[in-house]
């Protein structure tokens, strides 16, 4: 997370949320995002971050309800790091039950339901991509429980909201800074490695 938070990290959230190539702030703010079911425009708002829903997924989640009432039941404004791990987070409690229901829908898998739980829950719950799970060393491991215990440190938490500094408007939650800017650090997408580029960035042939 140091290197994460080095310059220019800042400017590349900055760059995530201005230039009109990357999602910004449509994954947070399009359409229709009540705290207690799913919508279309929630699945529109994850397709920005490159993933798609077939229609058995489309189905299981906004027909069959048994997302929408799993969701329901996890705290709407809470941070990963004041959550109470087996009471909010563990397989047993409401956010592990919603998770092992979305990933057991055909089609969905972890990254696309990570996605879909950092936009209903984008303080507690993080995006969790082969970036994410690589730059952050999580692998196989236990994500949320690992992040929770590094984020209960006051001082790294200070650091990735300064990441937001250059933001005009509200900033992100933490968890959305952390996603943001390592994404920008070590995507291998086109527009990832032009932007660091133009920022001076040393980015290796592929």
Do not use: C
Request: charged share 30%; no cysteine; net charge negative.
């Amino acid at each position: 997370m140091r290197e994460i938070v080095e310059e220019p990290g800042a400017e590349l959230v900055a760059r995530y949320y201005s230039d009109e190539r990357f999602a910004g702030t449509l994954f947070d703010e399009f359409g229709e995002n009540p705290a207690d079911r799913m919508t279309a425009d929630d699945l529109v708002a994850a397709s920005l971050l490159d993933v798609r829903f077939g229609p058995e997924a489309v189905r299981a989640l906004l027909v069959d309800g048994i997302a929408d009432s799993l969701l329901a039941r996890i705290p709407g404004d809470l941070p990963i790091w004041a959550a109470d791990y087996d009471e909010v987070l563990s397989v047993n409690a409401p956010a592990g039950r919603l998770w092992a229901h979305l990933t057991d829908i055909p089609g969905v898998g972890g990254t696309r339901a990570s996605k879909l739980l950092a936009r209903k829950r984008p303080a507690l719950l993080p995006i969790l991509d082969s970036v994410i799970r690589e730059r952050l060393r999580l692998g196989n491991i236990d994500a949320w429980g690992a992040l929770r215990d590094v984020l209960v440190d006051e001082e790294i938490r200070s650091a990735l909201d300064g990441l937001a500094s250059k933001l005009d408007g509200p900033a992100p939650t933490t968890l959305r800074l952390l996603d943001v800017a390592t994404w920008m650090r070590f995507s291998e997408s086109d527009n990832a490695r032009s932007v660091r580029h133009d920022l001076g960035m040393a980015v290796q042939p592929r």
